[in-house]
C-alpha cells in the first residue's frame, strides 16, 4: 500500500488513445490519480463530468488528472467521447496498478466472488510525493476535496 509523505509507486498505462503514461514524467506538477470502478456508469459518470467541469480550475493550479479504472483503451475512449472528457484516463485491465495501490475489494455480485474497485483518490505532489489518500470516495464531493487537500 502507498504511504503518505512518501514516493507515489511509479507506473507505465495506455490512455484511451492508446497512448502510453508515465507517472513520473509529471514530476513538476501536482497529479490526481482518481480510481473507479467502471466506465459509463451512474457514480462514475458523475465523478468524471465533476472533473470535467473543475477541468479549468485545475489545470489553471498545474494538477494533472488522471481517472485510472479496470476498463480497456476501447472502453475508456467511448466513455471520454460520450461525456466529452477533458482529460486521460488510463486503462488497467490486468490490474497491476489497481493492485499496488490497494484499490481492490473482494465482494460478491448475485451470489458470486467479485473483485472491485474501490472508489479512491490519490493526491501527489510536484516532486511524486504521496498528500493524500480519499478513501470511499463521493463522487459529488471529489473535485472539491481534491482542491481542499492542495490548497
Known amino acids: 500500500m502507498p504511504q503518505l509523505n512518501q514516493l507515489a ?5 495506455p490512455n ?7 507517472l513520473s514524467a509529471f514530476r513538476g506538477q501536482p497529479v490526481v490519480l482518481y480510481f473507479y470502478p467502471k466506465d459509463d456508469t451512474p457514480g462514475c459518470t458523475v465523478q468524471a463530468c465533476n472533473y470535467r467541469d473543475a477541468m479549468g ?23 471520454v467521447a460520450k461525456f466529452n472528457l477533458n482529460f ?17 475489494r473482494e465482494g460478491s455480485m448475485y ?8 472508489r479512491t483518490t490519490f493526491v501527489i505532489d510536484k516532486n511524486g510525493v504521496l498528500l493524500a489518500r480519499l478513501d470511499d470516495v463521493n463522487p459529488e464531493t471529489d ?7 492542495l490548497g
Request: glycine share 6%; aromatic share 6%; charged share 25%.
Open 57 to 79: 480550475e485545475l489545470t489553471s493550479r498545474g494538477i494533472k488528472v488522471f481517472g485510472i479504472s479496470k476498463d480497456d483503451v476501447k472502453s475508456h475512449a467511448k466513455f
Open 143 to 149: 473535485v472539491q476535496n481534491v482542491l481542499s487537500v
Open 88 to 104: 486521460e484516463i488510463l486503462a488497467d485491465p490486468d490490474k497491476t496498478v489497481l493492485a499496488a495501490y490497494d484499490v481492490l
Open 16 to 22: 484511451q488513445a492508446g497512448e502510453h503514461r508515465t
Open 9 to 13: 509507486p511509479d507506473f507505465t498505462l
Open 111 to 118: 451470489g458470486k466472488p467479485v473483485t472491485k474497485v474501490a
